[in-house]
């Protein structure tokens, strides 16, 4: 069955330090890829996307994520992480359904 | 600036009672979305619809019923037989149903049972 699979619920960092937060996905035809973040009692902000115009993918607040076929993964990193990145991250996939299918979340705590 | 209007934010129901929750966007989308939040279950997939007057059942769709008269409207109704309606509810919009669309949220409607 396809699906999405976010390795951590929670990851704590310190400030400053790499951001690596990891999504894989099953399904055997590459499907479209998609980040989001969501703060507290907030909707979902799209950070990037993969689209197969490059494997390598930069999105807002200096986000990015490399999409490896060989792996099945689309991780998400940011090299040097701020308190503001504090939130819930969420790996979101299409698996050419026309409906995005989500991950369980990964909170992303950011220690002073 | 256009964008979902997901209202009200915080609604509370007493058990036996109907709520409908309110999703407006007005960026032309076709396709609407509603989703339910749980803390550690991710989002899944209530209702959606791909354009007006109609709509398809997602994965937990028993409790909840839909209407799509309007394009920029896609109401959420959940009624006394959803047992367990305490959750935060998330309005989603695309263009349509090709697969590199993502999706712009509301910001969203908690439910709390009374």
């Known amino acids: 069955a396809q699906s999405v699979t976010q390795l951590g619920s929670h990851v704590s960092v310190s400030e400053g330090a790499l951001v690596l937060l990891r999504c894989n996905y099953s399904?055997?035809?590459?499907?479209?890829l998609f980040w989001y973040v969501q703060y507290p009692n907030q909707g979902l902000q799209l950070l990037l996307k993969?689209?197969?115009?490059?494997?390598l993918v930069k999105g807002i607040n200096g986000f990015e994520a490399e999409f490896k076929k060989s792996e099945t993964s689309f991780h998400l990193t940011k090299p040097s992480a701020h308190m503001s990145d504090a939130a819930e991250y969420f790996c979101a996939v299409n698996f050419n359904t026309g409906k995005l299918i989500f991950g369980q979340g990964t909170t992303l705590q950011v220690k002073p | 600036d256009g964008g979902i209007t997901q209202s009200p934010k915080y609604l509370f129901r007493k058990e036996g009672q109907n709520v409908t929750l309110s999703c407006e966007q007005n960026l032309n989308h076709d396709a609407m979305y509603w989703y339910r939040q749980d803390p550690g279950q991710g989002l899944r997939l209530i209702y959606y619809s791909q354009i007006v007057n109609d709509f398809q059942k997602g994965d937990i769709a028993e409790g909840y019923s839909v209407s799509r008269e309007k394009k920029e409207s896609f109401p959420l109704t959940v009624t006394s037989a959803q047992k367990n309606p305490t959750a935060f509810y998330l309005c989603?919009?695309?263009?349509?149903?090709?697969?590199?669309?993502?999706?712009?949220f509301g910001s969203g409607t908690r439910l709390t049972v009374v």
């Open positions: 989603a919009s695309s263009l349509g149903q090709a697969v590199n669309y993502g999706y712009t």
């Open positions: 993969y689209t197969s115009a490059a494997t």
């Open positions: 399904s055997s035809v590459p499907p479209y």
